[in-house]
């Protein structure tokens, strides 16, 4: 039957068919920037640098700038000032609200407004923020996760002024604007309850360590900061449709559904024109950011079809996290004024790429120089080789820990496949600075170093590393943690998660080897050795020792999974099962040396964690259940019906039934249906054993028990998709999902 010829009754009888023909007629908005040129707007709504200078006295801003750069505490005097000129500001803008923007450990953003205006007597008011309103905030902490590190007696969280991160207002349409400060955010007994606060101790912990190292080659060298640049894949939809899939708006993923005959497999979608809707929506949302100072850069067209990019210009992991967790936010914002659905979920569509937020990392000085940037002298090549081979023997020591920091239930349907990397921990480096390690450890003997002077020892590395390593270091897409030319990037972070948790185990985990990197150094030194020289040597042993974690080749073959094996790497799947590294005595150990993380606050996050994955799988489980019942059984009866009616008819008019197509197709939909009812009872049965356990062991039986059956589950679903009439077929399917803009 033609879409054609489906009249209005018809439409409004079948959801899916309604939705399609509404999609296909929405017109594509009309979109004004306030300017040409985006300089003339970018960081509009932010109170930047320059915002400051203008509204702040001299002294607050030297403050403010102060504590910014040396993480130096502003007293309430400067508090009084600063929030004054940030009010003054914010009303300038149209504000009338402010709020402490935090990031608790739901993964998403959260704010409660509080209104400027405070009345004086019952005619009139005035507009006021003081120092106290500005650096403190007191929202309810009770109905956030917390792993259990706030009693009922003891809601109330804190949320205080982060002063490194600038405040920005928030415009949501037409409604009004609000001004917005970036906090932390802690329980009622000073424990953390959000990403932010141990992300900013890490920075802390890899600044004095980074720091000591750069002392052995310039003593300019005072403030180390790790840079993050992040790349956010998305998948888009039409409004109309999403709305009529039950599972995308309580899972964001389809968990139900037959990839589409055409999907990814002619690369034709990868860097293609972006379709006119699509492109004005990301006009939009660039609009959107560039006044809010998010650096967008780059936007195209992912490999997967309804699949799309955003990446932006590398800055201070804080800012940057704070940033892409603001982005996340606007793409929902934007994305409704267009009617379409922003899918963040990393494997929406089973068969397709998944989404990743890969994180390109590197380490910057306050003098400019990038630490992973490899240099043109001895001197220089050595200091790049320094922190080159710090940060690949940190991922050998830690892998499981990292592993464990991009650990989600999204997560686990996208690692190994279509191009996201696998669970295996590894690190490529390319040929050429792989030579560049044999030869240290060829020519850097163990226990003797070369003869000459201390000028002499060069080794030819640095000729090795020729200028155009910028550019040879191909990146291997199926690694989850490479070097990139002058940075590492980590493919492995999910597109739905919060940047600061992984971003805080790397900057630990490094801070921890360059530490121990400097002791040994220095132990030398003590001995006699020349400075060159001992470095030199702990590189070598460093070298020998990470060698396990070094790998070149496709991470997806079933050959690189034996060898892994063969080198003590893990291959650990499942989430319920990777959360277990943090509560690792290793790992707590780390954490509370550097203070990121004491034992409690450890133990709490792995609870939250394996309560979210418990609660993401029994919601889609539930869902499952919902559709199967609501609407595929349904629909399959319906169209049951019929094709018995047509038996019928044909019985009566003497022509054999058994034989027939109709008799066929209704005697394979009655064996599934049968057969799904079953694998429901026992998924249901599964779910109950399952709450009666504690958070993680709870979490392990839904991996190890539900998830079977819901893969069962769909496959047969599936399989029905296929010989069900499509006019009587409830869902949306992928080949409109994904290619209807």
Request: charged letters at 25%; a neutral charge.
């Amino acid at each position: 039957m033609s879409l054609s010829s489906i009249n209005i009754q018809e439409k409004m009888n079948n959801h899916r068919l309604s939705a399609f023909l509404t999609a296909q007629e929405r017109p594509v908005i009309e979109i004004e920037r306030p300017s040409t040129k985006v300089s003339d707007f970018f960081g509009a709504n932010v109170f930047n640098v320059q915002t400051m200078q203008r509204y702040l006295s001299e002294e607050a801003f030297e403050s403010v700038m102060q504590s910014m750069k040396e993480g130096k505490k502003i007293d309430m005097e400067m508090a009084d000032q600063v929030a004054a000129g940030m009010k003054s500001w914010a009303i300038d803008r149209g504000c009338t609200h402010h709020t402490h923007w935090f990031q608790p450990l739901t993964g998403l953003t959260a704010e409660k407004h509080d209104s400027f205006f405070a009345p004086i007597d019952a005619s009139k008011g005035l507009e006021k923020f003081n120092g106290k309103q500005l650096v403190q905030g007191e929202p309810d902490g009770s109905s956030f996760p917390s792993g259990g590190m706030r009693s009922t007696h003891e809601a109330r969280g804190y949320t205080a002024w982060d002063p490194s991160s600038p405040a920005f207002i928030m415009e949501v349409g037409t409604v009004g604007k609000t001004l917005c400060i970036p906090t932390i955010f802690i329980s009622y007994s000073g424990g953390s309850m959000g990403y932010k606060a141990p992300l900013l101790k890490s920075q802390h912990a890899i600044n004095e360590a980074a720091v000591k190292v750069c002392q052995f080659f310039d003593r300019n060298v005072t403030r180390v900061v790790p840079n993050l640049g992040w790349e956010q894949e998305f998948f888009l939809v039409d409004a109309a449709l999403y709305n009529a899939r039950p599972d995308l708006i309580a899972t964001g993923r389809a968990i139900l559904g037959r990839p589409p005959a055409r999907g990814q497999q002619l690369s034709d979608h990868y860097f293609g024109s972006i379709p006119e809707r699509v492109q004005t929506y990301m006009l939009d949302l660039e609009t959107e950011a560039w006044k809010l100072g998010i650096p967008i850069s780059t936007r195209h067209n992912e490999v997967a079809p309804g699949q799309y990019e955003f990446a932006p210009i590398f800055d201070e992991v804080n800012r940057a996290v704070d940033q892409n967790s603001l982005l996340m936010d606007l793409m929902d914002r934007v994305a409704r004024r267009h009617d379409l659905r922003v899918l963040m979920h990393e494997k929406p569509f089973a068969g397709l790429n998944g989404s990743g937020k890969h994180n390109n990392w590197s380490l910057g000085t306050d003098t400019g120089v990038n630490l992973l940037s490899p240099g043109k002298t001895p001197r220089k090549s050595l200091r790049f080789l320094s922190f080159f081979v710090n940060t690949i023997r940190a991922i050998s020591t830690y892998s499981d820990l990292l592993r464990a920091s991009i650990a989600s239930a999204a997560n686990d349907h996208r690692l190994g496949g279509h191009e996201a990397p696998p669970a295996i921990f590894s690190v490529f480096i390319g040929s050429t600075l792989t030579s560049v390690l044999d030869e240290i450890e060829k020519k850097v003997k163990k226990g003797k170093m070369p003869e000459g002077k201390q000028d002499d020892l060069k080794l030819d590395i640095h000729n090795m590393i020729p200028d155009v390593l910028l550019d040879n270091t191909d990146r291997n897409r199926t690694s989850p943690f490479a070097f990139t030319g002058n940075k590492f990037e980590m493919r492995a972070v999910g597109s739905s998660a919060n940047c600061a948790f992984p971003m805080t185990v790397l900057n630990t985990i490094v801070a921890h080897q360059l530490n121990f990197f400097h002791v040994e150094v220095q132990g030398l030194i003590k001995k006699g050795e020349k400075r060159d020289a001992a470095i030199l040597r702990v590189l070598r042993r460093y070298v020998t020792e990470s060698r396990s974690i070094l790998f070149e080749g496709d991470n997806y073959s079933e050959a690189w999974k034996k060898e892994a094996k063969k080198r003590g790497l893990n291959n650990v799947t499942a989430t319920s099962d990777a959360l277990d590294f943090f509560i690792d005595p290793k790992s707590i150990a780390l954490f509370t040396e550097y203070g990121i993380f004491d034992e409690e606050e450890l133990t709490a996050r792995y609870d939250v964690m394996q309560d979210n994955y418990k609660m993401k799988v029994q919601i889609e489980a539930e869902i499952m259940d919902e559709i199967i019942n609501n609407q595929i059984i349904p629909a399959c009866i319906t169209y049951g019906s019929e094709l018995t009616s047509q038996l019928v008819q044909m019985k009566e008019l003497g022509i054999p039934t058994k034989s027939t197509k109709q008799f066929s197709v209704l005697t394979g939909i009655n064996k599934k249906l049968n057969l799904i009812s079953k694998s429901l009872e026992v998924m249901n049965a599964e779910m109950e054993k399952a709450e009666k356990k504690d958070s993680a062991k709870a979490s392990k039986h839904y991996s190890s028990k539900v998830k079977p059956q819901m893969h069962n589950l769909r496959t047969m679903v599936d399989e029905l998709e296929l010989v069900v009439s499509d006019q009587h077929w409830p869902l949306p399917k992928y080949r409109e999902l994904l290619f209807i803009k």
